[in-house]
Nanobody, 125 residues
Framework: HVQQVESGGGSAQAGGSLKLTCQASGFSYSVYCMAWFRQAPGKSREGIAALHAEGDIRYSDSVKGRFTISEDAAKRTLYLQMDSLKPEDTATYYC????????????????????WGQGTQVTVS
């Protein structure tokens, strides 16, 4: 049973920073993709950053240069460092994962992932 739990959301001022954490359990693939998505009220879920087990990383244009995805593979923990936050970054943020991931480029669509966390709210004012 795969479980992912996000934490680290909260409120920040524009220009500030937050760091999200996603702790995975029961996920034992050696080849995988993990990603961060976000969903603002009334909008569809948007993939913003993806990471492959072998090190490839992909960002959406909306966060490139401001957000950094990383992982501690030994701890099965995924991170999202968010800098230079903007009010339009306000959303619920979700981590996602899928095993046996060989997509090139890395997937940023919801259909590319099988396992999802429950989400953590980020509000930027």
């Amino acid at each position: 049973h795969v479980q992912q739990v996000e934490s680290g959301g909260g409120s920040a001022q524009a220009g500030g920073s937050l760091k999200l954490t996603c702790q995975a359990s029961g996920f034992s693939y050696s080849v995988y993709c993990m990603a961060w998505f976000r969903q603002a009220p009334g909008k569809s879920r948007e993939g913003i950053a993806a990471l492959h087990a072998e090190g490839d990383i992909r960002y959406s244009d909306s966060v490139k240069g401001r957000f950094t995805i990383s992982e501690d593979a030994a701890k099965r923990t995924l991170y999202l460092q968010m800098d230079s936050l903007k009010p339009e970054d306000t959303a619920t943020y979700y981590c996602a994962a899928v095993g046996l991931c060989y997509d090139d480029p890395l997937p940023l669509g919801v259909d590319g992932y099988l396992y999802w966390g429950q989400g953590t709210q980020v509000t930027v004012s």
